[in-house]
């Protein structure tokens, strides 16, 4: 268990990734076949431990905290470093993500693809419509659709 796991156990994951992605309690009992009750007290020590994650995340990057919603794996904040808004995600998939909002100069960045995938994906999880080009923006562009989305969530 780490940060960019959120510090969570494989079944904590599970169980988190079935609550953020609209399951109920009972349904993820059902699925797991395990007592609502276990359930419940699983997504308590998951949000628990998303909470810390992002916080953790927030503090080493110097992110002043806005908003921390860990049942949906999300920390809206500000970087005083970098002057510009920051928004750390949690997911099941991708662990702790950090993003600043900027205009990068993504074609000559090592990361593109991996940016690219990884907010891609992000989007999927968190059912955040992209428009049909999607696949041809650059991460920075990706980044932008995000941050408003969830900002405006």
């Not at 276990?38 to 909470?51: F, G, M, P, Q, R």
């Not at 916080?55 to 970098?82: H, M, Q, R, V, W």
């Not at 999880?125 to 990706?142: E, H, Q, V, Y």
């Amino acid at each position: 268990m780490s940060l960019i796991t959120g510090y969570l156990t494989s079944k904590q994951k599970l169980i988190w990734d079935m609550k953020s992605k609209g399951l109920s309690e009972t349904s993820i009992a059902r699925k797991l076949k395990v007592t609502r009750q276990t359930v419940h007290k699983a997504l308590d020590i998951a949000n628990s431990k998303v909470s810390t994650a992002l916080e953790e995340a927030a503090k080493i990057n110097k992110i002043k905290i806005e908003t921390l919603d860990p049942a949906k794996g999300i920390l809206l904040g500000y970087s005083s470093y970098f002057k510009t808004d920051a928004l750390i995600t949690f997911s099941a998939k991708n662990g702790v993500q950090v993003w600043y909002k900027h205009e990068g100069d993504c074609n000559n960045c090592d990361q593109f693809q991996l940016c690219k995938e990884t907010l891609l994906s992000e989007a999927k999880d968190r059912n955040i419509l992209l428009p049909t080009n999607a696949d041809s923006m650059p991460p920075s562009k990706l980044a932008e659709i995000l941050f408003s989305k969830i900002k405006g969530e």
